[in-house]
């Protein structure tokens, strides 16, 4: 079969996409980039906003229109709460809930392979990597969660926890190694409870990767702050593992936290920010925080707003609340008007604008080792490559045309601010470009690593 793969959400879709993607690899099927060339298309859907269903219809609308012959899949977690919306409405040949997740290629190839499909594209030992041309790979350690947060579907949409073993998680790591990814981020659900249906626990998980593979770079993606014990930040003393944590707040006052049925006070929360920082002093700390939750009155929004700029968070991923049928917090009375929502999230954005900008000030005139994962034309001639620092701050390096630096970790002195509010601007001294492999300098343009077209996003928040 050929088949194209879609998705929209977290880096938990995003590491199914590509579990996925190698799989039907290993038996044979072909990766296309676009619809209009496939059999099959699978899209791995996303519910954390109400406002993901009409991108849905949008997109599947599309997918007729171009190519009418193909079968559509759905999976994820809008398939999981309105499978009849899909399947009925919508055209959608086979829906695939969260629960069968891991069985998807092979109900796909017994719900949809037609006789005239080819059995075997490519032999199983020539299979590439899904994330050929891609620096960093999403690893899936665990799936559904154990708390209640009043807004979220995910948890009622994702079930049970069901945690990968850590000998699973090692094996695909050393492949993903031996492939040439040069670093891996830990995502599921609810990360920072893996492993308490095998006995075992984040940390152990953390230690064995480390200690059994020869992963350059190891982070974590989001982990909910009441699940790390006090020694939790003991484990940066091993410097593969990135010094970057998301740790979503949703509010600063207590009192809305209540309301969302989270677990961690700001008193606990700012605890946890100090122990950070003073063991790992490079440590950049993220954030969530959902502005015009109900009920939330003036002096509580300026109770959040006065807690963020104590954090002086790194970067803030700023939802405005909506509500989502089936959540508790849906019932609540005493909605924000749309109005004030806006303006407060218009404030709170002109904060993480400045204090992004004083953490970027804070490492000027350092020289830290930076990932390289795209380029760019640079108007003056050369390139523009883009990476990141293990506190995961992005950095724009010009270099000469015929330097490739893509997957690449290289020593970079950070010498200023892009144009680019997200980025900032460094350099690598001439004497290490010198010393690239010649084909890597070799010629007029720079040996290019293929990106992969294979994944792509339909939206992401």
Same mark, same amino acid.
């Given at each position: 079969m050929r088949v194209h793969l879609e998705m929209l959400g977290c880096r938990l879709n995003e590491a199914e996409i590509a579990t996925w993607g190698r799989q039907f690899q290993a038996q044979g099927d072909e990766l296309v980039g676009n619809v209009q060339d496939a059999d099959v298309v699978v899209l791995n859907t996303c519910a954390v906003t109400a406002e993901a269903g009409r991108k849905y219809r949008n997109w599947l609308k599309r997918v007729q229109k171009y190519? %009418?012959?193909?079968?559509?899949? $759905?999976?994820?977690?809008?398939?999981?709460?309105?499978?009849?919306?899909? $399947?009925?409405?919508?055209?959608?040949?086979?829906?695939?809930?969260?629960?069968?997740?891991?069985?998807?290629?092979?109900?796909? !190839?017994?719900?949809?392979?037609?006789?005239?499909?080819?059995?075997?594209?490519?032999?199983?030992?020539?299979? %590439?990597?899904?994330?050929?041309?891609?620096?960093?790979?999403?690893?899936?350690?665990?799936?559904?969660?154990?708390?209640?947060?009043?807004?979220?579907?995910?948890?009622?949409?994702?079930?049970?926890?069901?945690?990968?073993?850590?000998?699973?998680?090692?094996?695909?790591?050393?492949?993903?190694?031996?492939?040439?990814?040069q670093e891996a981020v830990l995502t599921g659900v609810h990360v920072g409870g893996y492993g308490a249906d095998l006995g075992q626990t984040l940390s152990d998980l953390i230690r064995a990767i480390l200690n059994d593979t020869a992963l350059p770079r190891l982070r974590l993606a989001s982990v909910e702050p009441w699940d790390l014990p006090n020694d939790f930040f003991t484990l940066w003393t091993n410097e593969r593992l990135m010094p970057h944590i998301h740790l979503?707040?949703?509010?600063?006052?207590?009192?809305?936290?209540?309301?969302?049925?989270?677990?961690?006070?700001?008193?606990?929360?700012?605890?946890?920010?100090? !122990? $950070?920082?003073?063991?790992?002093?490079?440590?950049?700390?993220?954030?969530?925080?959902?502005?015009?939750?109900?009920?939330?009155?003036?002096?509580?929004?300026?109770?959040?707003?006065?807690?963020?700029?104590?954090?002086?968070?790194?970067?803030?991923?700023?939802?405005?609340?909506?509500?989502?049928?089936?959540?508790?917090?849906?019932?609540?009375?005493?909605?924000? %008007?749309?109005?004030?929502?806006?303006?407060?999230?218009?404030?709170?954005?002109?904060?993480?604008?400045?204090?992004?900008?004083?953490?970027?000030?804070?490492?000027?005139?350092?020289?830290?080792?930076?990932?390289?994962?795209?380029?760019?034309?640079?108007?003056?001639?050369?390139?523009?490559?883009?990476?990141?620092?293990?506190?995961?701050?992005?950095?724009?390096?010009?270099?000469?045309?015929?330097?490739?630096?893509?997957?690449?970790?290289? %020593?970079? $002195?950070?010498?200023?601010?892009?144009?680019?509010?997200?980025?900032?601007?460094?350099?690598?001294?001439?004497?290490?470009?010198?010393?690239?492999?010649?084909? !890597?300098?070799?010629?007029?343009?720079?040996?290019?690593?293929?990106?992969?077209?294979?994944?792509?996003?339909?939206?992401?928040?």
């Open positions: 190519n %009418p012959e193909t079968r559509l899949v $759905a999976t994820g977690c809008y398939a999981t709460l309105a499978p009849e919306k899909l $399947a009925e409405g919508l055209g959608v040949d086979l829906v695939i809930p969260n629960d069968q997740k891991d069985e998807l290629v092979s109900l796909i !190839q017994r719900g949809l392979r037609t006789q005239d499909m080819p059995k075997r594209a490519v032999e199983p030992d020539a299979v %590439p990597l899904f994330r050929r041309g891609r620096t960093r790979s999403f690893i899936k350690v665990q799936d559904g969660c154990r708390n209640k947060c009043s807004f979220c579907i995910v948890t009622v949409v994702r079930g049970d926890e069901k945690s990968r073993t850590i000998s699973d998680i090692v094996e695909e790591i050393n492949h993903l190694v031996a492939e040439g990814v979503p707040l949703q509010s600063g006052c207590n009192s809305v936290l209540k309301r969302m049925s989270r677990r961690c006070s700001t008193e606990r929360y700012k605890e946890l920010v100090t !122990q $950070a920082r003073a063991t790992v002093p490079s440590m950049n700390i993220t954030t969530d925080i959902i502005v015009g939750f109900p009920g939330e009155t003036e002096e509580e929004w300026e109770a959040t707003f006065k807690f963020a700029k104590e954090m002086a968070f790194q970067h803030m991923h700023i939802f405005t609340y909506s509500p989502r049928e089936g959540t508790r917090a849906a019932r609540l009375p005493h909605r924000v %008007p749309g109005p004030v929502q806006k303006a407060r999230s218009q404030q709170l954005h002109g904060l993480g604008q400045v204090m992004k900008r004083q953490a970027f000030e804070a490492c000027l005139n350092q020289t830290v080792p930076v990932l390289f994962e795209s380029s760019r034309p640079a108007q003056e001639g050369g390139l523009v490559f883009s990476g990141y620092t293990p506190n995961y701050f992005k950095v724009e390096v010009a270099v000469p045309a015929a330097i490739d630096l893509h997957n690449q970790i290289e %020593p970079v $002195a950070l010498t200023g601010l892009s144009r680019d509010p997200s980025a900032m601007t460094g350099q690598i001294k001439l004497e290490r470009l010198e010393q690239l492999p010649p084909q !890597q300098t070799g010629g007029s343009a720079p040996k290019r690593h293929p990106k992969s077209t294979l994944l792509h996003v339909v939206g992401q928040h």
